[in-house]
Structures are given as C-alpha cells and as structure tokens.
C-alpha cells in the first residue's frame, strides 16, 4: 500500500514535469507537446479528419515501423527482439492514479473555497472567469479550446517568469484598487443595506411588544 508520503512525493514529481514541459527547461519534451498538438488540431480541425481515422493511421505508422526495424536487426544480429522488458509498472500506475486523485481533490476542494470565501470580489472573479470561458466555449470547438490552452501554457509561464517583477508589482497596484473599490461599495451598499434591515427588525420588535 502506497503511504501518504509517496502520494506528495508522486504528485510533487508529476507537478515538476509539468513545470519544466511549460517552461521550457526540457526542451525536446516540450517541443515534442507543441508539435503532437498542432499536428492533431491541423488533421481534426482544418483537414477535419475523423479521430479514429488519424488514430488508426499512427497506429499504422507505428507498427510499420517496429516491422522494419525488427526485421532489420534479425538481418544483421540474426536474433529476435526482446519484449519483456515493455512493461508498465506498478509503481509508475500507482504514481499516475495518485495524481490524479490530487488534483480531483484539489479541484474539490478549491470549489468548497471559493463557495465559502467571506470576499465577494474572489466569488465574482472565479463566476466572471467561468463565464468568459463558457462564452469562449460557444464560439470554439472543444479541440480548438484545447489547443489554445496547449498555446497559452507554453507561452504565458514562459513569459511571466521572465517579467515576474513588473507583472507583480501590477498585480499588487490591481489588488489595492480592487480592495478600494471593495471597501467602497462595501461601506456604501452592504453596511446601509445592513442597518436598514436592522431598522425594519427593531420597528418590527417594538410593534409587536405595542401589541402584547
């Protein structure tokens, strides 16, 4: 059985994968992504190949070529290939499943913060982000959405590690106007609307203690 500790340490260990595939610090990986993304959005979106067809095709390309090159080695080595060492481990499906338990557990868990944040404006970002991306939904296809959020993580970590600086001294000028903008509307609207409430509860109570 798989411990806690080897559940954060396989998450930690996929998590820097996917760190370095962003941001380019394994290069042949992340241009092996870009590459493998751009060639299946051109084949199903603008040639609109069916995806078992172009499937079926790799599938081809793949065993063609294991064909040639088994041939090839029996030819000069006059042997046969050795396939008992294609295998997938246990360990590595245990490292694959625990990650992705995490993330469905973050992602749970992030919902249950945001439904529970006491900021309104963190509630109104997370509802405008998920409307921006169902308007963007209804314009693109789903392959095409995929393919931009491919585009967008390999380009926009890249860019942000290299300005981090300026974007989060602008982060920090945009958090203190949103936080003067909350403590406006927050002083102007919810606290009168709340003393109104308070008002019509007290006239209330003293309206029925008249009675009795």
Known sequence: MSTASDIDQSSFSSSDTLRDVFLWRRKKLSFL???????????????EFNFVTVLCWA????????????????????EDLDFTGVEISEETTSRV?????????????????????????????????LWLLSYLGSCFDLLTLLYIGI?????????????????KRWEQRVRMQLRRFYDKVDEKVFKKIKNKVVQVHGRREEKEKKVE
Do not use: C, H, Q
């Open 59 to 78: 599938a081809m390309l793949i065993v063609a070529s294991l064909f040639l090159y088994g041939n090839l080695v029996r030819l000069l080595r006059k």
């Open 97 to 129: 499943a625990n990650s992705v338990r995490g993330s469905i557990e973050d992602g749970i868990r992030w919902i249950f913060e945001v439904s529970a944040a006491r900021e309104w404006f963190v509630f109104v970002r997370v509802v405008a982000v």
């Open 33 to 47: 992504v870009l590459s493998a993304a751009t060639g299946a959005w051109v084949l199903l979106n603008v040639y």
């Open 151 to 167: 585009m967008v993580g390999l380009t926009v970590p890249l860019i942000y590690v290299k300005n981090e600086e300026r974007i």
